[in-house]
């Protein structure tokens, strides 16, 4: 019984922190990092004469931008 | 010089990446940031398992690439790894398949 109450409290605890602002909001934000990275790589693949630098700040200020866009509507 | 880790994983991961990058993503916008409850438009079970299967598919595709990225293994050890993330893969992909239907 007690191992039920337990189990029980643990679940919820659990579904409460994976619901939670902050975990989407980190959820999100480690998809669009990976994403945008992810881009990134797939562009310098395809056009390896690109300027890597440009094209890594680029996607550094697109992040910033949409996390802050996120942020502020959290 | 180290060998290349396979042609085919690379085209596995491009074209999961490709089809994550916009699919998760509006997934990600319908179901956590309209406010919209249940399916998102033209969203259904089978469109999130299909969405699941190739996550995980995109997940162990890169880890087994960054493993085999660390130095050059055995062949033996490429094939095991392989086998043994493929059998994880599966595991989690039908452990994920059945939890769908009871969480929308």
């Known amino acids: 019984m007690s191992t039920h ?6 679940s919820s605890l659990l579904e409460g ?15 669009l990092f990976h994403a945008l990275n992810g ?19 680029t996607a550094l200020v697109v992040f910033l931008i949409i996390s802050v866009f996120f942020l502020v509507r959290l | 010089m180290r060998k290349p880790i396979g042609k085919y994983t690379w085209l596995i991961l491009r074209i999961t990446a490709i089809t994550l990058i916009f699919f998760l993503g509006l997934h990600i916008l319908v179901q956590h940031f309209s406010g919209a409850v249940g399916f998102g438009p033209g969203e259904t079970r089978f469109t999130l398992a ?6 995980i598919l ?12 660390f130095k050059n293994y055995s062949k033996s050890f490429e094939v095991i790894l392989t086998i043994t ?9 039908v452990i994920g398949l059945f ?6």
């Open chain 1, 5 to 10: 109450i337990v189990g029980e409290y643990l």
């Open chain 1, 17 to 31: 922190f994976l619901n939670s602002d902050f975990v989407v909001t980190l959820i999100v934000l480690s998809f």
């Open chain 1, 39 to 57: 881009i990134r790589i797939l562009i310098l693949d395809t056009f390896p004469f690109g300027d890597e630098e440009k094209l890594s700040i």
């Open chain 2, 50 to 55: 299909i969405l699941l299967v190739i996550a």
């Open chain 2, 58 to 69: 995109h997940g162990f595709t890169g880890t087994r690439r960054i493993i085999l990225d």
């Open chain 2, 85 to 93: 993330l493929l059998i994880l893969g599966i595991i989690f992909a």
């Open chain 2, 99 to 104: 939890i769908l239907p009871s969480l929308i």
